[in-house]
Structures are given as C-alpha cells and as structure tokens.
C-alpha cells in the first residue's frame, strides 16, 4: 500500500535531516529491513515466466534517502531510486544483478515490468541493477530488490542506517 503524506513519512524525513546534521555522519537512510536481522520477500510475477516461486525466494527493501550510498552498493546500470520516486508516482525498483539474471537471462533488466503479490497488480518498473549486496545469508546469492519506501509500506516499521566517518 503506498504511504502517502502521513505521519510516519514526516516523522522520517525529520529523522533523515537530524542524522544528517551530526558531525560524521557521511549518509543516512531509512530502511524496512535491517540486513541480517530482519528480512521481507513477496510473491513475484513476470510475463512469460509461469512460476516465479520456483526460481528462489526475491527479497525485499523498502527505502528512502541515500541508501546505495550509505550501503556502498554500487548501481550497475539504470538509475537509483529518487526522491521523486514517491506515493502518487509510477512504481519502480532497482533489482539486484542476481535478480537481474534470474527473471530476464540475456536480456536487459531495466525496462523490465514486474509485479508485487498478484498477476494483476500495477506494474513495477525496473530503473536500475545493482550490484550483489547480501542481505540475509554469506552464502547465498541474493534475489533482492529495492522499493521506494513512500511507495510501499513496510510492515516491520522503518530503521535508521548510517555510514560514519568515525567509528
């Protein structure tokens, strides 16, 4: 369900801006789920696949400021999410290259349409690939991607990442 302007997307940018404004703090970003210690997937559907299910389990990331930067994931190809990317607007995501290779082997990711939870609902368009980032498991190769949290609301709350100059 998108978000819209409600308390707690006031209540995050708020959070963002305080964080930011510490000395040493280099990035911030809220997330829906802290790597390895939560975790959210979704049933997938993609044309021409009949089973998504089958190819493994696609985990999810809600978020909202700068999150590849404060993780160092690098995007591959396309573009990361935007601040303009929120409620009200075309729904998108950036899939990992694993994801990538996955759903559309030989064939570029981004364009790609995907959709969340039903065959029949809005499509999510990919604008980006991202690097492998592990999320969950050091040993598994990570079906992962990534919302726009004012897109999508996560059911676990949201967190505060930070990437420090300082320890």
């Not at 040493?24 to 009949?50: C, E, K, N, R």
């Not at 089958?54 to 601040?83: C, H, K, N, S, W």
């Not at 990711?109 to 499509?123: E, H, I, L, Q, W």
């Not at 969950?136 to 676990?156: A, G, I, N, R």
């Given at each position: 369900?998108?978000?819209?302007?409600?308390?707690?997307?006031?209540?995050?940018?708020?959070?963002?801006?305080?964080?930011?404004?510490?000395?040493?703090?280099?990035?911030?970003?809220?997330?829906?789920?802290?790597?390895?210690?939560?975790?959210?997937?979704?049933?997938?559907?993609?044309?021409?696949?009949?089973?998504?299910?089958?190819?493994?389990?696609?985990?999810?990331?809600?978020?909202?400021?700068?999150?590849?930067?404060?993780?160092?994931?690098?995007?591959?190809?396309?573009?990361?999410?935007?601040?303009?990317?929120?409620?009200?607007?075309?729904?998108?995501?950036?899939?990992?290259?694993?994801?990538?290779?996955?759903?559309?082997?030989?064939?570029?990711?981004?364009?790609?349409?995907?959709?969340?939870?039903?065959?029949?609902?809005?499509?999510?368009a990919v604008v980006g690939v991202a690097e492998n980032a592990l999320q969950s498991s050091l040993s598994e190769t990570p079906l992962e991607f990534y919302l726009p949290l004012e897109q999508y609301h996560p059911s676990t709350g949201h967190s505060l990442l930070l990437r420090t100059s300082a320890s």
């Amino acid at each position: 369900a998108a978000l819209g302007d409600t308390g707690e997307i006031d209540l995050g940018r708020r959070a963002l801006d305080v964080a930011r404004a510490v000395p040493g703090v280099q990035a911030a970003t809220l997330v829906s789920v802290v790597p390895f210690y939560t975790s959210m997937s979704a049933p997938l559907f993609v044309a021409g696949i009949d089973s998504v299910a089958r190819l493994g389990e696609f985990g999810y990331q809600a978020v909202r400021g700068d999150y590849f930067g404060t993780t160092g994931t690098r995007i591959l190809r396309g573009r990361r999410l935007l601040p303009s990317d929120g409620a009200g607007t075309a729904r998108v995501a950036v899939v990992s290259e694993a994801m990538a290779k996955t759903l559309w082997p030989g064939a570029e990711a981004v364009g790609k349409c995907f959709r969340m939870v039903a065959g029949t609902a809005p499509c999510v368009a990919v604008v980006g690939v991202a690097e492998n980032a592990l999320q969950s498991s050091l040993s598994e190769t990570p079906l992962e991607f990534y919302l726009p949290l004012e897109q999508y609301h996560p059911s676990t709350g949201h967190s505060l990442l930070l990437r420090t100059s300082a320890s």
